[in-house]
T-cell receptor, first 111, second 112 residues
Framework: DTEVTQTPKHLVMGMTNKKSLKCEQHMGHRAMYWYKQKAKKPPELMFVYSYEKLSINESVPSRFSPECPNSSLLNLHLHALQPEDSALYLC??????????FGPGTRLTVL | RKEVEQDPGPFNVPEGATVAFNCTYSNSASQSFFWYRQDCRKEPKLLMSVYSSGNEDGRFTAQLNRASQYISLLIRDSKLSDSATYLC?????????????FGKGTHLIIQP
C-alpha cells in the first residue's frame, strides 16, 4: 500500500463550526506533514510530526490544531476559521525525511 | 530564508519536442532535491529525485549543479499527458524531518 488517504475530499464550513481533517498512511512512514495550498501557489508547510511528536509548527494560527493519534494517523482540527483559510489542505508522509508522498487533499471552503 | 526560484511559464511546446526547465535555490547547504508534478486540482506527485551525478528515468533527465545552485529537468519526446505544473523542491534536513521548500512551479502546456 503506497497511498496516503485523506478525508473528506471536500468540506464547507461556517466560521463558527468545528471540523476535523483526517489523513492516514500505511507505509510505515515516521514523519507526517500538513501543507496548505492556495490556488496557483505552491504548497506551504504548516506542521511536521516526527515519530508522533510535533517537531515543526510554522507559526500557524491556533485555530488550526494538529493531532497525531498514532504513527499512521494525522488529524487537523479546525475551529473559528476565516474565509481566507479556504484552500487545499494536503497531508504528506515520508520515511527517510526526503521524498514525501502526498494525499489527494481536502478542498476546504470557509463561508 | 530558504528560496527556490523557477520560471512560471507557461511553456507552450509542440508534441514531440524537447523542453527543459531550470530552478535555482538559495541555500548552499541544501541536501536533497526533487521534481514534483502537479495536475490541476490534484496533489503533487513525485516525478524524480535529483542526484549529484544526474539521473534519467525514461524521457526525463534531471541534473544538479551544486556550484551554481541550480537544478534542471529535461523532457524528451513530450506527450500531451506531460501537460502539468512542474515543481522544483528542496529539502534542507537538519537532522530530523523537515518540510519541503517548493518553487512556485513551471506551467507546461504540450500542444498537439
Amino acid at each position: 500500500d503506497t497511498e496516503v488517504t485523506q478525508t473528506p475530499k471536500h468540506l464547507v464550513m461556517g466560521m463558527t463550526n468545528k471540523k476535523s481533517l483526517k489523513c492516514e498512511q500505511h507505509m510505515g512512514h515516521r514523519a507526517m506533514y500538513w501543507y496548505k495550498q492556495k490556488a496557483k501557489k505552491p504548497p506551504e508547510l504548516m506542521f511536521v510530526y516526527s515519530y508522533e511528536k510535533l517537531s515543526i509548527n510554522e507559526s500557524v494560527p491556533s485555530r488550526f490544531s494538529p493531532e497525531c493519534p498514532n504513527s499512521s494517523l494525522l488529524n487537523l482540527h479546525l475551529h473559528a476559521l476565516q474565509p481566507e483559510d479556504s484552500a487545499l489542505y494536503l497531508c504528506a508522509s515520508s520515511q527517510t525525511y526526503n521524498e514525501q508522498f502526498f494525499g489527494p487533499g481536502t478542498r476546504l471552503t470557509v463561508l | 530564508r530558504k528560496e527556490v526560484e523557477q520560471d512560471p511559464g507557461p511553456f507552450n511546446v509542440p508534441e514531440g519536442a524537447t523542453v527543459a526547465f531550470n530552478c535555482t535555490y538559495s541555500n548552499s547547504a541544501s541536501q536533497s532535491f526533487f521534481w514534483y508534478r502537479q495536475d490541476c486540482r490534484k496533489e503533487p506527485k513525485l516525478l524524480m529525485s535529483v542526484y549529484s551525478s544526474g539521473n534519467e528515468d525514461g524521457r526525463f533527465t534531471a541534473q544538479l549543479n551544486r556550484a551554481s545552485q541550480y537544478i534542471s529537468l529535461l523532457i524528451r519526446d513530450s506527450k500531451l499527458s506531460d501537460s502539468a505544473t512542474y515543481l522544483c523542491v528542496v529539502n534542507d534536513p537538519g537532522g530530523g524531518a523537515d518540510g519541503l521548500t517548493f518553487g512556485k512551479g513551471t506551467h507546461l502546456i504540450i500542444q498537439p
